[in-house]
């Protein structure tokens, strides 16, 4: 089975898409790669609007981890029209959260219809403890303004996250990773730009099993949690959770790409699940290929590269930590290279999730059309 990852023909411009190509260079209406990666997908309306971080200048050497976050909309998921970065970089003070010397990640915007504001809440590291900061916006497409500039949720450090709206209430939760051991749900409080105090405890494990990159979506009555593992940059494979409350509790169903025989959630990580307006049974997940290259390291396609890495990284947080294999440290060590260089060379990886009964699972495809789902 191909993971169709390591292609290296870019979809050519001005060409009119219609169809996605998981794994292959994405471009945009003027012909440039898109560049909104760990991202999410806003419908407003009959438009859809595809923002995430902006690698444009992300090379490695330059220090430029994110410069903003991009926007880019849509009328049919194919094509996309480049908005520019509309929350853009701070380029004076090297201490804003916005600053392209931090690391502003994992953009997610939920509206509220009360407020009738748009709201954004971006991952912060680069400066201590991982926060968030929140803006908001009357339109999708700005301006955003700031209202906080630096929030621990519920007072905690907070990793990888979702937001989510239950519709039947109109609350709204966010979901993330704390301190590499467990995922905490915070309800948010009624305009949405805080977290409350209620919060529950899901997941407690240890690296590399520790969840991270939580992505949630709500099919009929059930609550589904995407989750994956913690090895970094390296994918690792991504486990599938169900409940029937937002705060659990949520019971573990499963690996979410059973059929991936490399054991990298076919080389991705996902960062957000959208339902797709006007389909009955079309949830997108979204996924970046970070290092395209590491599809080609030659224990890659049997899924030892992924067991060393994951082998050698429980090694490491065991106490007393125990001694690595040749193959471990050679794996970790590939591991460790993957932090601080280019990404903006990453891909992206959509995928619609399909369902044996109430378990998602996830296929791949080479290519794949929204007409061809109800």
């Given at each position: ?182 995922i905490i749900c915070a309800e ?37 949690m995407t989750t994956s593992g ?145």
């Open positions: 089975m191909s993971c169709g990852t390591t292609s290296s023909k870019l979809l050519t411009a001005p060409k009119k898409l219609d169809a996605i190509y998981p794994g292959k260079v994405w471009l945009d209406t003027d012909g440039k790669p898109i560049q909104a990666h760990a991202g999410s997908l806003i419908a407003v309306g009959d438009t859809y609007y595809w923002y995430g971080e902006n690698k444009e200048y992300t090379d490695g050497k330059s220090g430029i981890e994110s410069w903003g976050i991009r926007f880019y909309r849509s009328k049919d998921l194919y094509n996309w029209e480049d908005l520019g970065a509309i929350i853009p970089a701070n380029i004076e003070d090297p201490e804003s959260p916005l600053s392209y010397k931090v690391y502003p990640e994992r953009p997610h915007i939920i509206y509220n219809p009360v407020t009738k504001k748009y709201v954004c809440w971006i991952k912060i590291r680069g400066l201590g403890p991982q926060f968030r900061t929140v803006l908001i916006a009357d339109q999708i497409t700005g301006p955003y303004l700031m209202v906080h500039e630096k929030l621990f949720p519920a007072g905690l450090h907070a990793g990888d996250f979702d937001l989510v709206i239950d519709e039947d209430t109109n609350k709204a939760y966010m979901y993330f990773e704390h301190d590499h051991s467990e948010l409080n009624e305009d949405w730009t805080d977290a409350t105090e209620n919060i529950s405890h899901h997941f407690p494990r240890k690296p590399p099993n520790t969840r991270e990159a939580p992505a949630l979506f709500k099919r009929d009555n059930t609550i589904y913690l090895s970094g940059y390296f994918p690792n494979p991504s486990e599938i959770a169900s409940a029937q409350d937002y705060h659990g509790p949520f019971k573990t169903l499963g690996i979410l790409h059973p059929n991936d025989v490399t054991e990298t959630s076919f080389n991705s990580q996902i960062s957000d699940v959208f339902k797709v307006p006007g389909k009955k049974n079309l949830y997108i997940a979204l996924a970046d290929t970070w290092f395209p290259h590491v599809a080609d390291d030659p224990n890659y396609a049997s899924g030892d590269l992924s067991r060393w890495v994951r082998s050698a990284i429980a090694k490491a947080t065991s106490k007393p930590m125990k001694p690595f294999t040749p193959e471990e440290q050679k794996a970790v060590m590939y591991a460790a290279q993957l932090t601080g260089v280019n990404t903006s060379i990453s891909r992206y990886v959509w995928l619609p999730i399909t369902f044996n009964g109430d378990y998602p699972t996830i296929e791949w495809r080479d290519s794949w059309r929204i007409e061809d789902f109800d």
